[in-house]
């Protein structure tokens, strides 16, 4: 009877061990500490890990199980619009309806879609939600830090099913008013619209590293079976390390950053990040953005850059030469890594001496690089669950 309690005891502190935060982040967010040394603690309900989630107590939250908010709020049927992205004559998958109460280019129809998807849990401040293994799942509803919280972390946690036959369907994580997040080995499979979106406030400083964003689905926007709706990140003042992702199948935004909607000011480093089977467009850059990109791997992308991020006002450095990955050394203090094309649309070569010199200001943020030939295999065996 001893034997089996201290087994059983050793089997629970065993799993909050390693359900424990691994590692810190780098990059912008670095300092991000979540619930920091807060005992960390197994929801019992949904009703429960809403509450803690929400609540102001700096927790370690572990997800050990499949959370399913699919059908806890219920359903609505309204209208939705059809569109030639909805028909996809000739395409290779079902498109998407568009939940709005206007359809001025298309024909409106009648729609049901569930409402959890909808309405995203607002995470309170100083959280670590954590996966156990590859156990942990958020099913049918999204994460959102807004109106002033910050110090969180989102690791080895599968956000999925948030009503993927619809545009408008749902957010996986929403950024806005927020500062000092780390978004690391998480996996978006199955989002009605984006996997990660900043609001009109804020994001602040946020490293989003070693995540799997899955566009595999049977109801796309570009009907070819790849997920439109990938990083669209607009906020007001925020700096993004974006290290060691797997961005596969997908058709866009892929991210799409910056906006003149107001003025907003984004920094983003780019640095070894896979994207592979991109059917559309990988960067969408807007202006007012400072945007450094090296050390990234284009394997089968339509288009690795848009015409239109050429033309829109941001600061763009691209490393796609040796000249310009040499040029590093007296802003940056090193040598940036050049960006690799496989099988994938044209790379353009922007290389402002400006860029530079405004990355300089932040060096001490500026994530390492690896060489380039090793994007492929390195992020493949690391980015996503389970491999923390």
Known sequence: MKSAILYSLLGIFSRHAYAQVRGSPQGFAAGTTGGGTATPQTPSSITELKTWLTDSTARVILIDRTWDFTDTE?????????????????????????????????????CTYKNAPR??????????????????????????????????????VHITGLNPEYVWGGDAITLDGA?????????????????????????????ISNNEFDGVTSWSSGCNGKHYWTLLLLGAQ????????????????A???????????????????????????????DTNTNVLLEGNYFDSVT?????????????????????????????????????????SGSWPDLSPATALSRFAAYKSSLVGHYGVADVPSTVVANAGVGKI
């Open 255 to 285: 991210p799409h950053m910056g906006t003149d909607y107001d003025a907003s000011t984004i920094y983003f480093h780019g640095v070894n990040n896979y994207f592979k089977n991109v059917g559309g467009h990988a960067f969408d850059i």
């Open 238 to 253: 925020d700096w993004y390390t974006f290290s060691g992702n797997y961005v596969h199948d997908v058709s866009g935004r």
């Open 74 to 110: 219920g359903s609505t049927t309204g209208k939705c619009c059809s569109t030639r992205t909805t028909t996809c004559s000739g395409g290779t998958s079902q498109g998407q309806l568009t939940i709005t109460d206007s359809c001025t280019d298309g024909t409106a129809v009648s």
């Open 119 to 156: 309405t995203p849990i607002d995470v309170g401040s100083n959280k670590s939600i954590v996966g156990v293994g590859t156990n942990g799942v958020i099913k049918g509803k999204g994460l959102r830090v807004r109106g002033g919280n910050k110090n969180v972390i989102i690791q080895n």
């Open 179 to 207: 500062d000092k997040v780390w978004i690391d080995h998480n996996k978006f499979s199955l989002i009605g619209r984006q996997m990660i979106v900043s609001g009109w406030g804020a994001a602040g400083h946020v490293t």
């Open 303 to 343: 288009t690795p850059m848009t015409s239109d991020s050429l033309t829109k006002g941001g600061v763009i450095y691209s490393t796609a030469t040796v000249a310009s990955a040499g040029a590093c050394t007296s802003q940056l203090g090193y040598i940036c890594e050049w960006n690799r094309l496989s099988g």
